[in-house]
């Protein structure tokens, strides 16, 4: 019994080793950090609250964030900031979500925009930390790259406006794609260029060139594109793709189940995003997703699922089919309705429709210990108010009250979909 204990023990103590080593890589900051780091210095930043679950989920991963970049050399320095304390700090980084990630480097600040996992996270730190602009000076290297990211642009030629344009692109949009410069001499000797200086952008196993006459402003042209044009979705990236114009083809799968008929509904909207890219794809993304929690607040109720549905990210809106839809078909025919305007439009940001959707989110009212506290005497008609579902699956943790709600109480209420999420504490 003894040994039996001994050795229940010494598991434990294994347990705790990664998070105790983790937690030496990890500095606590303060209301100081900014006057006495060294601008030079590139920071991995956390903000979070003690009540928050996200970021105690988050917490774990963090350490392992430290312990793995320390043991790479990384000239990265990761810290964390408890926001309800230091107060100062966060206003100075205009923290508005928990947990709130950020990189600080030349004192300029980017915010982390993708899921809560230790890939995502490691590969925005490799992004960020190195050159806007990195160059590839081998087949090799470029080879290299285009193997380990699903989308890359590639500026090609001498010194001219069009780098200046890229460059200029790279610092907004970095936190989300690799931008790369090469020689014509390395790309593959399919690449057809006509004329230099040229940007292209790989994705899906090919590439397009951007032409400023037909394609517009170089930064809003990647926005467009810098998504694969089908792949699994989740509610951070969806969330995030309302910035590139396009209209989205969804697949809603249920989640670790896939029977027949979910695989035909993915199958069949990858096959019109393969063979059917040249006709819609300027239009459209494609994808799937196995979790329909995002879509469940877009609609206000809960989706069917397996289902094919189009989302309208830039305003909240979305598209059903008017019929059932089996052959492939029937799905050009609904996208075609889709653009024509002869399919309904539901949903949207009209002030009807947020009306609706306050109304909803009231009715969706959840009180649980990490959200809710005891409340203070000084607050006693806080309890006439109603506090709506906190948070959408997949989205950048809860957002919070709106400003004419009353200042008190640890309370979060979901703002319409389309709208940048804030945080009250």
């Given at each position: 019994m003894a040994a039996q204990r001994s050795s229940v023990l010494l598991a434990g103590l294994l347990l705790l080793v990664p998070v105790l080593l983790g937690s030496a890589f990890v500095e606590e900051l303060d209301d100081t950090f900014m006057e006495t780091t060294d601008p030079e210095e590139i920071w991995l930043?956390?903000?979070?609250?003690?009540?928050?679950?996200?970021?105690?989920?988050?917490d774990p991963v963090w350490h392992?964030?430290?312990?793995?970049?320390?043991?790479?050399?990384?000239?990265?320095?990761?810290g964390k900031s408890d926001a309800t304390v230091n107060t100062g700090l966060a206003k100075e980084f205009k923290i508005r979500n928990y947990p709130a990630i950020l990189m600080l480097k030349n004192n300029v600040k980017f915010n982390y925009p993708g899921s809560r996992t230790k890939e995502s996270i490691m590969d925005f730190i490799d992004r960020v930390s190195g050159p806007l602009v990195r160059s590839l000076s081998s087949t090799r290297l470029f080879q290299h790259a285009i193997s380990h990211h699903d989308v890359l642009v590639v500026y090609v030629g001498a010194?001219?406006?069009?780098?200046g344009n890229l460059t200029?692109?790279?610092?907004?949009?970095?936190?989300?794609?690799?931008?790369?410069?090469?020689?014509?001499?390395?790309?593959?000797?399919?690449?057809t260029l006509t004329s230099l200086p040229a940007v292209l952008l790989f994705k899906d196993g090919t590439y397009f060139i951007y032409d400023e006459e037909q394609d517009g402003d170089l930064k809003s042209w990647i926005k467009r594109e810098r998504f694969p044009n089908f792949f699994l979705i989740d509610g951070y990236t969806l969330y995030a793709m309302?910035?590139?114009?396009?209209?989205?083809?969804?697949?809603?799968?249920?989640?670790?189940?896939?029977?027949?008929?979910n695989l035909r509904y993915k199958h069949l909207v990858e096959k019109v995003a393969t063979e059917h890219k040249d006709t819609y794809g300027r239009k459209f993304y494609f994808g799937f997703m196995e979790d329909s929690g995002y879509i469940d607040g877009l609609i206000m109720g809960e989706a069917l699922v397996p289902s094919l549905m189009v989302v309208n990210l830039s305003n909240d809106g979305y598209f059903l089919p008017p019929a059932p839809i089996e052959t492939e078909l029937q799905l050009l025919d609904f996208l075609d309705g889709v653009l024509d305007g002869s399919v309904e439009a539901l949903g949207g940001n009209c002030f009807t429709q947020r009306v609706r959707r306050f109304l909803y989110e009231t009715r969706m009212t959840l009180m649980v210990s990490d959200i809710i506290n005891p409340l203070p005497a000084s607050c006693p008609s806080l309890c006439s108010w109603p506090v709506s579902l906190a948070g959408v699956q997949g989205c950048p943790g809860a957002w919070l009250l709106p400003d004419w709600l009353p200042a008190c109480g640890r309370l979060r209420l979901l703002l319409p979909l389309h709208q940048e999420p804030t945080w009250f504490c």
């Open positions: 930043i956390q903000f979070y609250a003690p009540w928050c679950s996200f970021c105690k989920q988050l392992q964030i430290g312990s793995e970049l320390r043991s790479l050399g990384s000239p990265v320095r990761v010194t001219s406006e069009l780098k200029a692109a790279a610092e907004e949009l970095i936190v989300h794609t690799y931008f790369f410069s090469a020689s014509r001499e390395i790309l593959p000797q399919e690449v309302g910035e590139s114009g396009k209209l989205v083809l969804l697949a809603l799968l249920e989640e670790r189940h896939l029977c027949e008929e």
